[in-house]
């Protein structure tokens, strides 16, 4: 093993082995993957498992979320949602929370209501940034949305402790406004409820700053609550 | 040398052949002083910038409210300004003073143009010290080890490819006719990271891949930075110097080209274990997992290849500074390796995923193994380079002392609170409820983060004496001179030698 040429080929040959195995394979495998409807047959009462799918008895290609009131998913995220997201992102949620479902008897995810079927690939082909996550620090977010409501989430951004007493997720205060109650207008309609012990004071109101208006949007966003070709509800 | 000077025959770093082995190793030093000098100087820096955020990080762990008014010290971005400080700060500066040295004096072959090293050097740095400041800024990629912003990228690519080039001329251009493990080593891992990174730039911040491709893509970069830069300079400088320091050539040969190549071949796979349970395709996670059990075979071989070299010798290398760190970070990589494999079985990752094991195992890697191996590294090398001794082998012991204990404490606290947490978040009754809230495992981990605290606040004094002996080595005004005759620092008096 003295031969550059040798050595290099070697070193090489290793890497683009693995690079070709866990990456172009599973992504040439998972490119064809496309939104789809859980029940929607074509012609024979076959399931279809894409967008689009071509009517056996007309020969034109239709599209699976052109049938009436059936939906293809997952659905991307768009506007308050979408910026929602960004702001997630550059607080960097990722390094507690998780966004991925196990399977039952794999994990207490179930249990824990997390989710009510494994998180499969199709889930995520509509996100811009994947964020699977690899800890747990806090509760699994794949499915929050269907959890909270919209005050709960202002309410534990601005300080964790007023929902969920000895959290240790830092709070989110500046994402919020602490301002002065109007004399003219009266409270803002946007502020959020504040239980006494921990409200900034008589006089004072928390409004929501956008940012904290979009994560929430987001936040409220993350659900997976549709069935798919290949995953069932409790599967 | 050459009658015509071209530029081609002014990167040959060939020395004086006629010039005896002593002498070359000394051009080799000499050429190295002043750009080792500064990727030291810049490494330590970032290390206690590193320990800094890390003590902040784990003190917001378990008080939220720590330093929680502003977005910037937010936990998210402390923490990842801690990681990539640590990386890329100290990784990969004090990889860059002790890689191309080990590689020149390996092939006998001094480095030239400093000059370009130090250039490099300074952007590289640059480059970093943005890219911290983005991170708390909020520009930070939501990619774990890639967070630094996509603006940096070409800066770091060009300085670290004025770094690299170097080990590739001096082993292209090597005198000596042995090629040493060491040596595939430093060449793999400096040909394996520019490409690793090269292709997580583009897949995961300049055109990011479709949906759970990027993840596949994140763990591939991530964990082979570890297991395919890190891990091969940290094994290239144990191999050169245990037998070095302890005057007793490498056990086997043939162990340390079967190490290699299994390493090559088999961690590369491994990094998926990242995704246990994941919604990626069964057989990826298959394979990662059996590539992360093969990974025994390439361990197992480099510890009996160091066992066997050590062994007898335990006296004098516990004298030698040198010694003590990096056969403790030998002693890790063994151990650290073996619990990776086990922890990529379905069973074990079922409990241990997701918690604070995880983060417990990081740091047994990256700091008990590969961390502690460059601190010998460097008490190696300053001397050589600077032709001067340790002016203190006090703060070297408090050094030792509270960098060993301190990770040694941080592993086994992260580690037991993990296992319990994983434990505890998968407990059910019979009727198949969760035995604790969620909360209530929260709540129990809490003890074993503020161990965790407490062993930062140990490696923190163990920086400080490290950083004080290395600027005080470099700026002494009468530094004890290292003659022929002289020894070189050691931490037990000298009757217990052998």
Redesign the interface.
Known sequence: MKSLPLLFLGIFFTLAFSWMGLILTPHVQMRELTPATPEVTNAAGEPIAGATYVDEQTGEEKLGEDQDGVTANPQPLVGSAQRGKIVYQKMGCLYCHSQQVRRAGFGADFERGWGNRQSVARDYIATERVMLGTMRTGPDLANVGLRYSELWQYQHLYNPQITSPGSTMPPFAFLFEVQKISETRGPSPNAIEIPEEYHPGDGLEVVPKQEAKDLVSYLMNLRQDYELPEMKFTQ | MSTRPSLLSSFRPSGEPELDLKARLGEVDTSMRTPAMLFIVSSVLWLMAGTILALMAAI???N??FL????WL????V??AHLNAMIYGWGNNVIFAVAPWIMGRLCRARIRHTNILLVAGVFWNIAVTIGIFGILR???????WLEMPGYITPIVAIAYALVGVWVVIA??WRQS???YVSQ?YL??AF??LP??YT?AQI?LVFE??????????NW?FAH?VLG?WLTPVGLAAAYYLIPKVLGRPIHSYYLS?LGF?AL??FY??A??H??I?????AW?IS??TVASVMMVIPVVVVAVNHHLTVVGLHKPGWASPTIRFVVFGAINYTAVSLLGSTMAL?SVN?VT????F??GHAHHGVYAFFTMVMFGAVYYMMPRLLLREWPNAFLIKVHWWMCALGILLMVVALQIGGWIQGLQ????TED???VYT??ET??NT?PWLWARSLSGLMLLIGHIAFGINVFWIIFQKQPAKASEESQPTLLTPESSQA
């Not at chain 2, 909020?138 to 774990?144: K, L, P, R, T, W």
């Open positions: 917001k762990a378990t939220p409210d929680g008014e502003q977005a937010t936990f998210g971005r923490r990842s909020g520009d930070m990629v939501a990619v774990e082993f292209r006719n042995h090629v595939w060449l793999a040909f394996w490409w690793l292709v897949m990011p891949a479709q949906g759970v491709v990027q993840s596949l893509t591939w082979n395919l080209v190549w090559a071949l590369n796979w990094g998926i990242h995704l349970g994941g919604p990626v395709p990826i394979a990662g379905r079922e995923h997701f918690t604070h995880t983060v978040m998968n407990a059910l198949g409820t969760p969620f909360l929260v709540e809490k």
